[in-house]
């Protein structure tokens, strides 16, 4: 046998080796998200009054055991982040005085999709479980929609709109986006904090993302000060259910 099988054959043992010991466990999660994001625009007074919106998670967990106390608990999930908000706070922050009879009822929501990995590391007192660790994410996908309706002088016209939002590393360059697209950071970093509880195979997880990447892209020929001043990030409340195999 060549060496290089041997020691992938060795590693291969090794690893089941210290499963069995360890006592490794798999399984999977799926769960719901309230998402928001956090905005500080240094320069400006764009930020707007978000609200949260709903979306879901789903993936596989995995438990290694260090002690009777002390676990990691790694995962890969799909995840959909984002936010919402009424399209008159939009309106209020864009004229700097109210128009008289102008009205716009409606909203906007942005959503953001990754493959996440969080690396948490729990500590377990009997069913009880504490939790904190980082997390990094990779964006596939996004849109943004609107729909509201403008009135004013007693005529009114409603719109709908969708757009693309792709994820970007680096700059955005001219030519990178379609007509019906926008950007946003492909790439996502934070820290998750949380309490879960245990019965059986079945793991009940409440946590807090906090997000500390900047979902705002750098476009060809903004400064670094412009893409600092637009700083958003993700903040995320998770509700989660886990299934344990094997146990």
Do not use: C
């Amino acid at each position: 046998m060549k060496k290089s099988n041997l020691l992938f054959v060795s590693l291969i043992l090794l690893a089941f080796t210290f499963s069995a010991n360890a006592q490794v466990t798999f399984g999977i999660k799926v769960g719901a998200n309230l998402n928001n994001i956090s905005q500080d625009f240094k320069n400006s007074d764009w930020e707007i009054a978000t609200k949260f919106k709903p979306a879901f998670h789903i993936g596989v967990i995995a438990d290694v055991p260090f002690s009777d106390n002390f676990s990691f608990q790694p995962g890969l999930l799909y995840t959909s982040k984002g936010f919402s908000y009424d399209m008159d706070e939009f309106v209020a922050n864009y004229f700097e005085e109210e128009i008289d009879g102008l009205t716009i009822d409606g909203y906007a929501r942005g959503t953001f999709n990754y493959i996440e990995i969080p690396l948490n590391f729990a500590f377990k007192a009997e069913a009880l479980q504490i939790f904190a660790g980082p997390y990094v994410a990779m964006g596939i996908s996004g849109k943004q929609k609107m729909d509201f309706t403008v009135s004013y002088m007693g005529m009114s016209d409603s719109q709908k709109d969708e757009m693309k939002l792709k994820p970007t590393f680096g700059e955005v360059k001219d030519g990178d986006l379609a007509d019906d697209e926008d950007a946003f950071s492909a790439l996502d970093y934070g820290v998750n904090v949380g309490v879960g509880y245990k019965v059986g195979p079945i793991l009940v997880q409440g946590a807090y993302s906090l997000g500390m990447g900047n979902l705002t892209p750098k476009y060809e020929g903004d400064s670094d000060s412009d893409r600092a001043d637009y700083k958003m990030s993700n903040r995320v409340i998770t509700l989660s259910v886990s299934y344990f195999f094997g146990e």
